[in-house]
């Protein structure tokens, strides 16, 4: 593999990137859905005057999340009741950068077959690797930054909004391992299925669907979270975080496999 080669071939993405506007809107979407653990933890026991101290699914999740989560057994009732959503709804900043990014890498793909640029560049000497890895990295950049400003924004309303101590409850490894390290891996598995979808089908809402087979588990961890199955520990976002490289490894050989330069040089005509 080529850095020169491959830093070009970013160059060229970005660009590309930064002209199609349309493919950001996802993702100024997505923003929005963090607002729904505040409306929930805050907003409507403010709205209803009713605490959801007392309700048994909440108090059933939260006596699973004291056993691996001593922060928060320090904290008053109501205090310990926001930190459990807050932390929840860490997943839905983990979705911002993979749900808003993946139009993204769909247009990279389908949108230079869309304009005919994809031949011309299928014919320079650069590799299935080297091109598939740039179209990959040109969406995860933005999606990181995104994330960053999510995270950001998400904290820091924790911060001013939440009762006292829940902030503090929220600052500890396991949330680290998960926006730093769940995040960005999550993300570049979502991004690497789209691009290796775009290279056989012609519609990138089709492509999108199947990058949205990395946001299920996520979900999953926040639902069964959530009904107090069970509590993510840093061990097991470890052995998470291992599974996942693994499986983008797997991916991107497999993308370079399946990936059919003379067909697409033809058939895209």
């Keep these: ?18 002209r199609t506007r349309a493919a950001v809107m996802p993702a100024l979407l997505m923003m929005l859905t ?7 933890a805050i907003g409507i026991p403010l709205v209803t005057g009713d605490s959801m101290v ?6 059933k999740a939260l006596a699973v999340a004291r ?3 001593p922060a928060v057994t320090s904290l008053s009732p109501e205090a310990a009741v926001q930190a459990f959503f807050f932390h929840q709804f860490l997943m839905f900043v983990v979705l911002v950068p993979v749900s808003g ?6 247009y990279s793909v389908i949108g230079e077959k869309q304009a005919r640029t994809l031949e011309p560049l299928l014919a320079t000497p650069a590799t299935t690797g080297e091109i598939l890895l740039a179209k990959v990295l040109a969406a995860f950049v933005p999606a990181l930054a995104l994330e960053a400003v999510a995270a950001a924004i998400y904290l820091g309303g924790v911060a ?12 500890t490894l396991q949330t680290a391992l998960t926006l730093l390290v769940l995040g960005p891996l999550a993300t570049l598995i979502g991004l690497q299925i789209v691009v290796i979808a775009s290279s056989r089908v012609r519609d990138p809402r089709t492509a999108q669907q199947f990058g949205t087979l990395i946001v299920l588990p996520l979900v999953a961890v926040l639902v069964a979270q ?3 199955v069970f509590w993510l520990t840093v061990p097991m976002t470890v052995i998470a975080a291992v599974v996942l490289v693994i499986v983008w490894v797997l991916l991107v050989l497999f993308g370079i496999a399946i990936f059919e330069r003379e067909q697409i040089l033809t058939k895209w005509r």
Excluded: N
């Excluded at 830093?7 to 060229?12: I, N």
């Excluded at 963090?34 to 929930?40: D, M, S, W």
């Excluded at 990014?101 to 769909?106: K, W």
């Excluded at 001013?160 to 600052?171: I, K, S, W, Y």
């Design 1 to 18: 593999m080529s850095l020169t080669r491959l830093h070009a071939l970013l160059w060229k993405e970005a660009q590309d990137l930064a």
């Design 34 to 40: 963090l607002l729904l653990p505040f409306g929930i």
């Design 54 to 59: 007392d309700d048994s699914d909440v108090t």
């Design 67 to 69: 056993r691996h989560w």
């Design 101 to 106: 990014s993946m139009s993204l890498a769909a």
């Design 160 to 171: 001013v909004f939440a009762q006292p101590g829940v902030f503090g409850a929220l600052a």
């Design 226 to 228: 959530g009904a107090g």
